[in-house]
């Protein structure tokens, strides 16, 4: 999130897209009511489902799966014919006015810009992005337009790419009528005006699609057009689905970074000089990188290496995917023997593969699962589908028990990237202990034994400081917490004294800091920061001293934006920052340089970008520089904007021969989705005999009208099926899922939730033995929300 | 506070989920909360488990054990609000049985579990022991297919045979652990729930 919960009582209008606040982040409901209830402002849900967000919203609009990136290309149409958009803003804090290359085009009749190449290696293509750059002079400025004329600038670029964006076109897209898109749009774009507040907020129904980077692009490109972003009530806002995602994504338990979103060294870049050339830009906060680097490399190897040889020992990536549909795809052919799993249980909560069930697990040699239940994937090989006898699986599998939360101490980051001290209240039943001294006592026998016995290139092993740093005049296997935090925060290797932040962190190997992005948290250890409990007694909800937020405590992220470029907030009502008598005032802490006047402050206000400036035109993405729709991989319907394109080009694409086509005789729409009552894979809340009994078995929801052509009625058993699979369920006939007509066509559309799996007290049909191994071009996230299948009564 | 089962569910506000799915036969349970449970209870403030909204928790601790969860009132978020799952945090400890008794959640894993190539079953196992057998086993693996250097002869120390995968819903200091000892390990197959 940009912005975080309390923030939302400032917003004029929400939309919830992609997510469903009111069912999954429930609590945070009670502060888009505050806005409605205090301030009058809107709600709009954007979902297939008239699900319980849309049930107490102020407008719903029912779209076909996988059409949202439709659905926002229509609100910057809207936006920009319309002059809805945010002037001021939008010349003075996004891109806007920049030239681009002469040479860059977009193909209306294929839907692919400039650039476009065949990838036979990944079954897709890829871009050569070097027409879609800024146009600069001599000297490396970019050229730019101030009065957004030029045909080369962005805006105009927008302007004519977005045309076909219009309502008609729209409206037949995403099934939703146009009068609902109209209103849709009118409400939510009257926050371009200065001092209104748009907030959206999103979750995996905007993600996990092979254009999930798109729909998130066209929420920012959105926000930055109307001049939401920085600003209170503002934001491109993703609710978070794990107490921890967000930490988890900070520390980087991601193949392509390492923890502070530093990339993870490639093989082209052997040695560390070659990294940091290629990882430091030359303007914009990552200017940085050497002393954030360099101090994670000190984090991990202290006195024991130089730079040079810590940088040499991290593994480098091979440039190819890594992410989880490939380490799958890498177990089905034999390549990987061994599999450790803390607290996930992928079987359940991840994508089906090729022909094999239960993802391949019975290739391992081996397979580790620390958690607190027997999960499905520690229990694959007693699935009742396993084909393979219990006898003929040689996978050894281990099971250490571990915790919950309130069984150990440590700090977990919110949605809101607030990150907060959970105490400890009890310790875990019989021998469970907890995942940190699980993770230590592993890699202090790990170490042991390479020191004992050598194996290949002992030295990252046996290098790494691990006893000497967390379990020192301890207790055998006993690690000490308290230093754990003290080197993610950081600290000076001459006095071993902790630094204040990242601003004292340095480039010459003096200073160790696990997480850049983490520093201060722990600075002070008789009151660390992370445990701070005061709450503001007046202000804009910052809670500035309710425990400590990345960056630097800073609330809202961007947050010169809050002002013009006089230093004026754009809302009085609700300042973030502001400039008087010659100084900057804050109720947050500022995004920028407070010190400079505030005209020079505002000439870089996004300052983690080179340029400084939002990006409503970007070559970061490896897809499309503009957001754009295509239709999911598995779609029921020709594109409408571009005659020759269908699914996004650029996709990764895992096993070609597992997607269906339309006419395949699969052609109802299939999205997955959670519940209140339980939780991801529903390894916890399944076995929580309360939850169970709120909400005790898997089912599938479908259309009364499909319903009564299929002769299923509620609570009948229900077979359904996709190219990869078929699961059988109770079905629930419901209203809440319309039948969609565009075009003079009907398509269906069913809903399932994906919590069961065999294990537990409350055991059921998962619904992603049914959905697809692609990915997204820019993450792998797999298309989870929108596939094709059939349904029949059992 | 006292809590029937009643006013808990009106609390949690799901009276309408179970309304929609009535009609599909689904079993009836039964559960009943203790009401007094929580006197004499000390009260240490903690973070709810479940999902992103991070609301802080109560959690009432008498004889060492957790008799019962509720919201934190001082936290800005929930300001003592909870969900559904959050109201019933304390059920991953403990359950109740037809008198209202708690008892450990018998779901709970509490002793290392192994199970050998072809076996159909667990077998419980001492920490030492199976501690010393994973690293063994990631040990193995690792030797017999690690890649020192590449093909061009750049050092890139990294293996292909070893997944780690986790995680959510760990603590940001575990979590940085167990990048440190993937990485030193030489893992490049790493990913989390962030993709699902």
């Known amino acids: 999130m940009t912005n975080h919960w309390n923030d939302y009582q400032h917003s004029d209008v929400f939309i919830a897209i992609g997510g469903n606040t009111a069912e999954n982040h429930p609590v945070s409901m009670r502060w888009i009511e505050k806005a409605r209830e205090e301030k009058g402002a809107k709600l709009i849900c954007v979902d297939p489902r008239y699900c319980r967000t849309a049930a107490v919203s102020d407008l719903w609009v029912p779209l076909r799966p996988g059409t949202n990136s439709a659905f926002m290309g229509y609100l910057i149409h809207y936006a920009l014919e319309n002059e809805k958009y945010h002037h001021e803003y939008v010349l003075n804090y996004t891109n806007a006015s920049y030239l681009i290359n002469e040479d860059f085009y977009f193909d209306e009749n294929e839907g692919v810009f400039s650039g476009i190449e065949e990838d036979p290696a990944r079954n897709a293509h890829s871009y050569d992005q070097s027409t879609w750059q800024y146009q600069t002079d001599g000297e490396g400025n970019v050229l730019k337009d101030e009065t957004l004329q030029d045909p080369n600038c962005v805006f105009q670029i927008m302007k004519d790419f977005y045309k076909k964006y219009n309502v008609d076109n729209i409206s037949e897209i995403t099934g939703c009528p146009e009068d609902t898109l109209k209103e849709a749009a009118e409400m939510f774009c009257s926050t371009g005006e200065p001092g209104k507040a748009g907030n959206i907020l999103y979750a995996m129904g905007i993600t996990q699609f092979t254009h999930g980077a798109q729909n998130v692009r066209g929420i920012a490109v959105l926000q930055l057009l109307l001049g939401n972003m920085g600003i209170a009530g503002g934001g491109v806002n993703a609710q978070r689905g794990q107490s921890n995602v967000q930490g988890a994504t900070d520390m980087a338990i991601l193949y392509h970074i390492l923890p502070g979103y530093l990339g993870t060294p490639q093989e082209v870049h052997p040695e560390l000089d070659d990294y940091l050339e290629a990882n430091t830009p030359e303007s914009g906060w990552w200017v940085n990188t050497p002393k954030y680097m360099n101090s994670l490399l000190k984090a991990f190897y202290g006195d024991n290496a130089t730079l040079e040889e810590a940088y040499r020992y991290l593994p480098k990536l091979d440039g190819k995917d890594h992410s989880h549909i490939a380490m799958y795809k890498?177990?089905?052919?034999?390549?990987?023997?061994?599999?450790?799993?803390?607290?996930?249980?992928?079987?359940?909560?991840?994508?089906?593969?090729?022909?094999?069930?239960?993802?391949?697990?019975?290739?391992?040699?081996?397979?580790?699962?620390?958690?607190?239940?027997?999960?499905?994937?520690?229990?694959?090989?007693?699935?009742?589908?396993?084909?393979?006898?219990?006898?003929?699986?040689?996978?050894?599998?281990?099971?250490?028990?571990?915790?919950?939360?309130?069984e150990r101490d440590g700090t977990k980051a919110n949605s809101g990237r607030w990150i907060q001290w959970q105490w400890k209240a009890q310790d875990p039943p019989g021998e469970a202990k907890s995942d940190l001294q699980i993770a230590y006592m592993l890699f202090k026998r790990l170490q042991e034994l390479y020191l004992e016995e050598g194996g290949a290139t002992p030295d990252p092993i046996t290098k790494l400081t691990w006893v000497e740093d967390y379990g020192k005049d301890l207790d055998e296997d006993q690690v000490d917490l308290y230093k754990v935090c003290r080197k993610v925060n950081g600290y000076y290797l001459g006095d071993g004294s902790l630094v204040e932040n990242f601003v004292s962190l340095e480039d010459d190997g003096s200073t160790a800091c696990g997480n850049w992005l983490y520093s201060g948290y722990y600075n002070d250890p008789e009151n660390p920061n992370c445990k701070r409990r005061e709450r503001e007694k007046e202000g804009i909800g910052a809670n500035l001293n309710w425990a400590y937020s990345w960056p630097l405590n800073r609330r809202i992220v961007y947050n010169r934006c809050a002002a013009d470029p006089q230093g004026r907030p754009w809302n009085p009502e609700a300042p973030v920052v502001w400039w008087e008598n010659g100084e900057f005032k804050a109720n947050d802490v500022p995004d920028f340089n407070a010190d400079l006047p505030p005209e020079e402050s505002a000439e870089t206000p996004f300052i983690m970008l080179p340029e400084g400036q939002g990006r409503l035109f970007s070559s970061g993405v490896n897809d499309s520089p503009l957001p754009i729709h295509y239709e999911p991989a598995e779609s029921p319907v020709e594109h409408v904007l571009y005659p020759n394109a269908t699914h996004n080009p650029v996709s990764q694409v895992f096993y070609p021969e597992k997607l269906a086509d339309r006419g395949e005789g699969y052609d109802v729409i299939i999205t997955t989705y959670r519940v209140t009552e339980h939780y991801q894979s529903g390894s916890l809340t399944r076995n929580m005999p309360?939850?169970?009994?709120?909400?005790?078995?898997?089912?599938?929801?479908?259309?009364?009208?499909?319903?009564?052509?299929?002769?299923?009625?509620?609570?009948?058993?229900?077979?359904?099926?996709?190219?990869?699979?078929?699961?059988?369920?109770?079905?629930?006939?419901?209203?809440?899922?319309?039948?969609?007509?565009?075009?003079?066509?009907?398509?269906?559309?069913?809903?399932?939730?994906?919590?069961?799996?065999?294990?537990?007290?409350?055991?059921?049909?998962?619904?992603?033995?049914?959905?697809?191994?692609?990915?997204?071009?820019?993450?792998?996230?797999?298309?989870?929300?929108?596939?094709?299948?059939?349904?029949?009564?059992? | 506070m006292k809590l029937s089962r009643r006013s808990f569910l009106k609390l949690t506000g799901t009276t309408a989920a179970a309304a929609t799915l009535a009609g599909t036969g689904f079993r009836k349970a039964h559960a009943s909360y203790e009401a007094t449970r929580v006197d004499y209870a000390k009260e240490i403030p903690s973070v709810c488990t479940f999902c992103g909204v991070g609301c802080g928790v109560i959690c009432h601790v008498r004889d060492e054990v957790i008799v019962s969860v509720e919201g934190d009132p001082d936290h800005p978020v929930n300001e003592g609000t909870l969900c559904s799952k959050g109201s019933a945090y304390s059920n991953l400890s403990y359950i109740f049985d037809e008198k209202g008794k708690p008892r450990p959640n018998p779901q709970r894993v509490t002793k290392p579990l192994y199970r050998g190539p072809g076996e159909s079953d667990w077998e419980e196992k001492e920490w030492d022991e199976i501690m010393d057998m994973v690293a063994e086993r990631i040990k193995k693996t690792r030797d017999e297919n690690f890649e020192h250097r590449n093909e061009n002869g750049d050092i890139v120390n990294r293996t292909n045979a070893i997944s780690w995968l986790g995680s959510a819903f760990c603590t940001d200091e575990e979590n940085y652990l167990f990048h440190k000892m993937a990485r030193a390990m030489g893992v490049i197959n790493m990913d989390h729930c962030a993709r699902l």
């Not at chain 1, 803390?342 to 909560?349: K, Q, R």
């Not at chain 1, 055991?763 to 992603?768: L, Q, R, V």
């Open chain 1, 330 to 406: 890498l177990m089905g052919e034999g390549e990987v023997k061994g599999m450790i799993c803390w607290a996930d249980n992928p079987v359940v909560s991840g994508p089906t593969t090729g022909d094999k069930r239960r993802y391949q697990a019975e290739q391992l040699d081996w397979f580790v699962s620390i958690d607190v239940v027997e999960n499905e994937s520690a229990a694959f090989w007693k699935a009742p589908d396993m084909e393979l006898e219990p006898s003929e699986i040689r996978t050894e599998v281990f099971i250490l028990p571990a915790t919950i939360g309130y």
């Open chain 1, 690 to 794: 309360w939850l169970n009994e709120m909400m005790p078995e898997m089912f599938v929801e479908v259309n009364e009208d499909l319903a009564e052509e299929e002769g299923i009625e509620n609570g009948d058993m229900v077979e359904v099926e996709s190219i990869r699979g078929k699961i059988q369920a109770k079905a629930c006939v419901t209203k809440r899922i319309k039948r969609l007509e565009s075009n003079g066509k009907v398509y269906d559309i069913i809903g399932m939730p994906f919590h069961w799996g065999h294990k537990g007290l409350s055991t059921g049909a998962s619904a992603n033995d049914l959905s697809p191994s692609i990915g997204d071009p820019n993450t792998t996230i797999p298309e989870s929300k929108a596939f094709l299948g059939k349904i029949k009564k059992v």
